[in-house]
């Protein structure tokens, strides 16, 4: 401690591992009530309450699940998902493209309302939804799930792909196109591969919205097109506080989004906080 | 016959447009169904006296304020517009708080805390109905780690979502546990920004690591803080599973919020014209607060 130089150098370093640990700590904080669901959904049930952290894991609670009619909820979930993502990108991809190209009067006004869209409610969406899809019988079938779906991936699609699409240069669309080729050829052929990682990534975003969504699901359903989520709450319903099938439950549903975020994480950044902060 | 009217350069630029036209024409089209056709029929619903009890009366305009004078009028709506006050002030005032030291504590350039990022980010793509699991577990004094750990310490704690005066505490800490990753995004990303010069300048003067951070990487990051908390205010209206699980709007309304009345108005009672009007009123209050962040969204950019 003499010496001065070492002195600074030895409470920098000091500092950064006392840093490193308040992160460390705060991970382990965050992290724990998500952990504490896992570690439930395979203990056994005479155990669910115990906190050893020893102990037999068993399947029973997903075996249960799974034989119980949980499966063609998770097919639900599935197919809505897909779905609605694969005609969210269809429809809002040359959208996107054609906002990200062409100025035109109402351009402003266009992207407010689809800001606005990002913005409203479910509930405004709900009421009308359901009377009308009461109307139409289109009450607890996929296809009423895709539409309404689309109300929150349409804008997040094109959100998301007018930013790549502007950062792709318009020389580089002329350069490789001097004979005047159409604006669409000129986009499947250079500019939608270009972007393909931010399509992919937008893919991701609204197939996790569709996944996680609770609200438009737990009024629209009933049973023929139950999703996931909502299936859970109903077997609450039916059968009580079943901890270890709740737990089981939760996971299943959480995994795909789990799995989706490690893959898409450098891209994730932009989507969730689309709108939030542009460029 | 084209060609014989305008120069080609005209009518490749006509042509073009012709095309941005329909790249864009399909999307207006769904969205105006979706999203256009809706807002005027949950409108229009809001006039009427709507109900399952009473047939015809979705076509009844005799009148047609009639709702909206009831809701400034009903204690429970107004409670709940008090209750979600009370739900967002906390619940963004703890995310930005949260996720402004988090950001700080993850822009340390080290191996750690660039391993780490990710994971802070799980609380925020989990399915939100497994969020609301996850804090029933916590908050039930049978089977919750926290419960027992304190009652091992001879400290029990009776369980907050059953008490009227905790149960929205207990709401807005899920809450923040859920959506403190969105404001700590948005503020590590404009961290990130922060250019290196005025950071260099501060160390050479000796500046405490307080001084640096207020005089000079708190400016930069204002905007950003700001656009984040607009955001989660915006959104912090929408919350409805965490409620849905851990309380149901109870005990008794004590975190009934605006949002969730309307859905017991629409989906238990079935009084489809008042419960229009409330969500009306909720739309009316969030495109007032979406043209806020917009204009705030732009004048960032311009000062960038």
């Known amino acids: 401690m003499a010496d001065r130089a070492p002195s600074i150098q030895s409470s920098w370093w000091l500092r950064r591992r006392t840093l490193d640990c308040v992160g460390l700590v705060a ?145 580089l669309e002329e350069a490789a196109c001097i004979d005047g080729c159409g604006v669409w050829k000129t986009f499947l052929q250079i500019t939608l591969p270009l972007t393909a990682p931010g399509l992919a990534a937008t893919a991701v975003l609204c197939f996790i919205f569709s996944w996680n969504d609770f609200f438009y699901a737990l009024i629209l359903t009933r049973t023929a097109a139950q999703t996931a989520p909502v299936a859970i709450v109903n077997f609450i319903q039916f059968e009580g506080w079943e901890w270890g099938k709740i737990a089981a439950g939760g996971t299943l549903v959480m995994l795909p989004v789990i799995v989706f975020t490690l893959l898409v994480r450098n891209y994730l950044v932009q989507g969730l906080t689309s709108g939030g902060v542009k460029d | 016959m084209q060609r014989s009217t305008g120069n080609s ?47 015809g009366s979705a076509s009844d305009f005799s009148a047609p304020a009639r709702n909206y004078i009831d809701a400034f009028e009903d204690r429970r709506f107004l409670n709940s517009v008090w209750l979600q006050a009370q739900l967002s002030f906390f619940t963004v005032t703890a995310q930005v708080a949260l996720g402004l030291g988090l950001a700080l504590l993850l822009n340390t350039r080290s191996a750690v ?118 955001f989660r205010l915006i959104d912090s209206i929408k919350a409805f599973p965490l409620i849905f699980v851990l309380t149901d709007g109870g005990p008794g309304s004590a975190t009934q919020v605006t949002n969730y009345y309307a859905y017991i108005q629409a989906f238990s009672f079935s009084y489809w014209g008042y419960a229009s009007a409330i969500a009306t009123l909720l739309v009316a209050g969030i495109f007032v607060l979406s043209v806020l962040v917009s204009r705030l969204d732009r004048r960032n950019q311009r000062d960038e």
């Open chain 1, 27 to 171: 991970l382990v904080l965050v992290m724990f009530p998500f952990l504490w669901l896992l570690q439930m959904s395979v203990r056994p049930t005479q155990d669910i309450m115990g906190y050893e952290l020893l102990f037999t894991p068993t399947f029973d609670h997903y075996r249960a699940l799974w034989t119980g009619g949980f499966a063609k909820s998770f097919v639900n979930s599935l197919l809505t998902s897909t779905f609605s993502t694969v005609l969210a990108l269809l429809i809002g991809t040359p959208a996107a493209y054609s906002l990200s190209r062409w100025r035109f009067r109402a351009h402003s006004q266009i992207a407010l309302w689809i800001l606005a869209t990002r913005m409203a409610p479910p509930i405004a969406f709900t009421i009308p939804f359901f009377l009308a899809y009461s109307w139409l019988g289109l009450l607890d079938t996929v296809f009423g799930l895709v539409l309404i779906y689309l109300t929150f991936n349409i804008a997040l699609v094109i959100w998301m792909m007018q930013t790549y699409f502007d950062s792709v240069p318009k020389a």
């Open chain 2, 9 to 55: 350069g005209n009518s490749w630029v006509a042509q073009q447009r012709r095309a941005y036209f329909w790249g864009l024409a399909p999307a207006i089209a769904v969205l105006v169904l979706i999203t256009l056709v809706p807002a005027i029929y949950l409108l229009i619903t809001s006039l009427t006296p709507m109900s399952m009890v009473n047939p």
């Open chain 2, 113 to 230: 805390m660039r391993a780490i990022r990710t994971a802070f980010l799980i609380p925020m793509v989990l399915p939100p109905i497994v969020v609301a699991l996850i804090w029933k577990v916590l908050y039930t004094p049978d089977i919750s780690p926290l419960h027992r750990t304190l009652a091992y310490f001879g400290l029990p704690v009776t369980s907050l979502i059953t008490d009227s005066k905790t149960a929205m505490l207990a709401i807005a800490v899920a809450d923040t546990w859920q959506w403190f990753p969105f404001t700590m995004l948005i503020i590590l990303a404009a961290l990130q920004m922060v250019p290196e010069e005025p950071l260099e300048a501060a160390k050479i003067d000796a500046a405490t690591p307080w001084q640096t951070f207020w005089f000079i990487v708190f400016p930069f990051i204002r905007p950003a803080i700001v656009v984040a908390a607009l």
